[in-house]
């Protein structure tokens, strides 16, 4: 019954996603996540990518080209730091959801890895530039030592998030070892 980590996460994606919306990858890897977004948005919407690895958009675009969705997305080769500057303020009100698989690529250079300023950073940015009703959602991998930092501050962080702004959620298996993966979602609730 209970979903697992990442279908948990595509569900609040497909919750809050409708056609022809803007959305935002934040961490593409392999593009597992972008080619979610890309089907959810429809012909009409966009999905904007980030990531800082050139191999890793590489591989997202093949994932997508082989669906024939690459039209309605645009990968940036950038920090997702950079997102309110990139993305063009007048689709800023159109995001409704974002996701963040934090960590290193999976079968890619596990030394290259999300960090926490940035992440905080790019979380911030998108709270402030989306509407009411957006969600961000992230999932946050901290078995590995920069991890565990990235962990603690992000979490640092949404705690002091005005409730009357943003519901924050916590979604984790508590009996799961090995430092099991878990997802944090920040569901807007005002401008
Ligand atoms: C766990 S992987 C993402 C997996 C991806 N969602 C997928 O479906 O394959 C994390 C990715 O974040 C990227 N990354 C690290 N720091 C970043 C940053 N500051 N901005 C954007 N991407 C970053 C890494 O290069 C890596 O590809």
Redesign the pocket.
């Known amino acids: 019954m209970l979903k697992r980590v990442l279908p948990y996460a595509h569900s609040l994606l497909e919750a809050a996603i409708e056609e022809g919306d803007v959305t935002v990858?934040?961490?593409?890897?392999?593009?597992?996540?972008t080619y979610v977004l890309a089907k959810l948005v429809g012909p009409n919407g966009k999905v904007y990518g980030?990531?800082?690895?050139q191999v890793?958009l590489e591989n997202a675009h093949k994932r997508l080209q082989e669906s024939n969705l690459q039209k309605r997305v645009e990968l940036f080769l950038k920090?997702?730091?950079q997102i309110e500057s990139v993305i063009p303020t007048e689709f800023h009100k159109k995001i409704k959801a974002a996701i963040f698989?934090?960590?290193?690529?999976?079968g890619?250079d596990k030394t290259?890895?999300?960090?926490p300023d940035?992440s905080v950073s790019a979380v911030k940015q998108l709270l402030t530039i989306m509407p009411a009703g957006g969600i961000i959602v992230i999932v946050v991998?901290h078995g590995h030592p920069e991890g565990q930092i990235e962990r603690d501050q992000l979490i640092q962080y949404v705690r002091t998030i005005d409730q009357k702004q943003a519901q924050v959620l916590q979604y984790q298996f508590l009996n799961q070892i090995n430092h099991a993966p878990f997802v944090i979602a920040i569901e807007k609730i005002k401008a």
Do not use: C, K, R
């Open positions: 990858d934040a961490t593409v890897g392999n593009g597992h996540d980030f990531d800082i690895q890793a920090s997702h730091d698989n934090l960590g290193y690529l999976p890619g290259i890895v999300t960090t940035s991998y």
